[in-house]
């Protein structure tokens, strides 16, 4: 899991400071990989290292077989890789130690870096260096976390889009040309006697609609960016004993949920992700629906709640076998199903137009399965352009294209540059932030935080 830090974490960055972390995933594995970066970098390789050559007589970009020592002890046997700043991923001189990977040899191994010079990174110190040295921008660094947690292809192919800089490249684009139309209104802002003329405001109109229509083409890729970065929620929810968890069990292909004939075996909410034909769902059992009999169970349904306020889509899942509640309805905005269709149906439900399954024989499951792939618009989905805007990105854009509405409805109303002139460079400021100056410490932190140490 993704290492999260505090809020407020200290993101200030010394030049030239060197620092060193494990950068594969704990747990025993044939191969670890410890990054040392920084000015020193090669310095403490040429303290821990023992080759045929030092680590600082090595070209940039080759490799070496040797030892990794300290006071003359041999730790292991490792492969040194030296990166010359600025071509290395974070921009410094960077040296990448390929060592075996227990958990115990990777630790000394970091240890003799760290006590050579080093010292240990913060969660996504190596990217917001790479960021930081302009290797980067900021949509770029954000791709980087959504390829690590990417769980579906779509999701992947969105995130090496986003990596490639075709986002960023989108975002320049579009604030070279604001730059080009304050330019225009700046320039007739110095001779305002002359005024702008007619023929100026027509042409400004034009490139400021254009600019808004592109960003809220972007503005509309951001739920599907939603849906390829979390999942869609998909919560299944009904009376006790309907076969929930049976259902979360089936369609996940184990036995994750506890499932039993007492009613009220759910008190939680269990939640997993799974890959519905390249779409990634976060799928919910939730606690059963009935008069709690005490406060855990109403803690659990009351949180049913919630998550049904909060999802994307409900499956509402009923005994077939039972009668109908006298309380029971549904809504259209929910999936109908009727479980337990092993068994013989109750006449009350002989009119319901639901999708019958049963959990114990598997009958209707690739039904259910098309009906939810439908209902989510997953072919829409696959269909779509795979370059898709994140939560922040929203913000900031939306902070633009209002800023070009503004000025658009100032020059409809015939005002003045001087009083349009300040919602562009609004909007100029907002896009600006998108690919980050490198100042911004509470963007920075909100993003790299999220990486895990090694990264
Ligand atoms: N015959 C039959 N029994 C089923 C089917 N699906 C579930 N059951 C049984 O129904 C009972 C309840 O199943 P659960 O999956 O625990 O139901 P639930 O909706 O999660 O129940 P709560 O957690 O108590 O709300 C268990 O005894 C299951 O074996 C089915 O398709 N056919
Ligand atoms: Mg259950």
């Known amino acids: 899991m993704p290492f999260r830090l505090e809020a407020g974490v200290n993101r ?16 025993e594995a ?27 007589d090595l070209q940039s970009h080759t490799q070496q077989l040797g030892e990794i020592v300290e006071n003359g002890a041999v730790i292991d046997q490792a492969m040194l890789a030296v990166h010359r700043a600025p071509a290395s991923y974070t ?20 240890e003799t870096c760290l006590r050579a010079g080093a010292r240990g990174a913060r969660p996504g110190e190596f990217t917001e260096r790479a960021y930081l040295n302009g290797k980067i921008d900021l949509t770029q660094a954000e791709a980087v976390i959504d390829l690590i947690r990417a769980q579906t292809d779509l999701a992947l192919r969105s995130a090496t889009e986003q990596l490639s800089g075709r986002l960023g490249e989108q975002f320049r684009n579009q604030r070279q040309r604001l730059i080009e139309i304050i330019a225009h209104v700046e320039a007739s802002m110095d001779f305002p006697e002359e005024g702008i003329s007619p023929d100026d405001i027509t042409t400004i109109r034009s490139r400021l609609e254009s600019l808004q229509s592109e960003i809220d083409k972007l503005i ?64 919910l059992d939730t606690a059963g629906l009935r008069a709690p009999e005490n406060l855990v169970e109403r803690q659990g349904i009351e949180r049913t709640q919630r998550m ?37 149906e109750h006449a ?6 639901a999708i019958r399954i049963s959990c114990k024989t598997g009958a209707g499951l690739p039904e259910l399965a098309d009906e939810i792939y439908r209902r989510i618009g997953g072919a829409k989905l696959n269909a779509e352009s795979p370059l898709a805007i994140n939560a922040r990105h929203r913000e900031q854009l939306r902070r633009a ?15 003045t540059p001087e009083m349009f002139a300040i919602d562009l460079q609004e909007a100029r400021h907002a ?15 909100a993003i790299f935080s999220q990486f895990c140490i090694g990264k």
């Open 12 to 27: 200030s960055i010394v030049p030239g400071e060197t620092i060193a972390a494990i950068s594969t995933a704990a747990g």
């Open 30 to 56: 044939a191969i670890a990989l410890v990054r040392v970066s920084g000015e020193d970098a090669i310095g403490v390789a040429d303290k821990v290292f023992r080759g045929k050559q030092r680590p600082s």
């Open 91 to 110: 921009g410094e001189d960077l040296v990448e130690i390929s060592c075996h990977g227990g958990a115990l040899v990777t630790a000394k191994v970091l």
């Open 220 to 283: 509309a890729t951001a739920e599907t960016g939603r849906i390829l970065r979390e999942g869609l929620r998909v919560v299944i929810f009904g009376a006790t004993n309907a076969g929930k968890s049976s259902l979360l069990n089936c369609m996940l292909g184990f036995d994750r949920a506890i499932v039993s004939e007492m009613h009220g075996t759910t008190r939680d909410s269990i939640e997993e992700r799974i890959n519905l034909r390249g779409v990634a769902l976060r799928l």
């Open 308 to 344: 049904l306020e909060a999802a994307d889509l409900r499956l509402h899942i009923i005994d077939a076998n039972a009668p109908r509640p006298t309380d029971f309805s549904a809504s259209s905005c929910e999936l109908l199903i009727l479980n337990k269709s092993d068994l013989p």
């Open 348 to 353: 009350d439900w002989s009119s319901a137009g």
């Open 401 to 415: 294209s209002n800023a070009i509405g503004r000025a658009l409805a100032a020059i409809g109303a015939g005002a």
């Open 431 to 445: 896009i600006d932030e998108l690919l980050g100056g490198g100042d911004e410490e509470a963007v920075r932190d």
